[in-house]
């Protein structure tokens, strides 16, 4: 934790905030692949289906309450977690916390990051957006089919795709590889035609060269 300058809305210059950046930092350092690709499927659905229904709910909030969620999970068997599966379950822990409107501080936890500032707007419209909200994520969650393709747009889920190829690197190195390797072996067979080509074309050359000189005998008979 340290202490950054901060202006007051009272317009006190002289105020000062407590940041978490740096421990925040060090905690996401520690957060296993799988969970990360997780957090950003959760990130985007939030961008296209919570964001412009509840303004107040910032992106800050859905990385605390991922947080607090990994504090209930065993990172040791990550390697073997279902994506889909921990999605779900991340999501219905949002959706409780939002309906409760209780979000604990990660570092402070008697500090409820969903209590706002009375002049921000009445608490009847922020209890309607948040109950909106964890209806939309309720819904969500009912839906029979599976919860991934009906989450997102496509280029959501290309996304995910890619931070999941950029997280496992020896994907993307394996991926790469054999793309380098079908390139060369087109080119290869490129170059094979070319050489046939230029090998028939030669041996038409020569052929036609031998049937003139061939015929000259025949010319001189006559």
């Given amino acids: 934790c340290s202490a950054v300058p901060k202006a007051d809305p009272s317009g006190d210059d002289f105020s000062w905030r407590l940041s978490f950046s740096r421990g925040e930092l060090i905690i996401s350092e520690h957060v296993p692949a799988p969970a990360r690709l997780m957090y950003v499927a959760v990130k985007l659905f939030y961008k296209e289906r919570l964001k412009a229904r509840c303004p107040l709910l910032r992106s800050y909030h859905l990385k605390t309450l991922f947080y607090l969620f990994m504090e209930t999970q065993d990172e040791r068997t990550s390697d073997s977690w279902i994506l889909e599966q921990k999605i779900r379950e991340l999501m219905v822990f949002m959706e409780r916390h939002i309906r409760e409107r209780y979000c604990p501080h990660y570092f402070i936890p008697t500090l409820n990051l969903f209590q706002f500032p009375a002049e921000e707007t009445s608490e009847t419209i922020i209890n309607k957006r948040f109950e909106d909200c964890a209806d939309i994520i309720k819904k969500t969650l009912e839906d029979p ?28 190195v394996l991926v790469s590889s054999l793309i380098v390797l079908l390139l060369l072996i087109s080119m290869l067979c490129s170059f094979i035609v070319y050489i046939i080509g230029l090998f028939s074309a030669l041996s038409i050359l020569i052929l036609f060269v031998y049937s003139l000189i061939a015929s000259v005998p025949c010319l001189l008979i006559y």
Avoid at 146 to 164: Q, T
């Fill in 145 to 172: 089919k599976e919860i991934i393709p009906g989450l997102y747009s496509d280029n959501s889920k290309s996304k995910i795709i890619i931070d999941g190829l950029k997280r496992n690197s020896w994907i993307l």
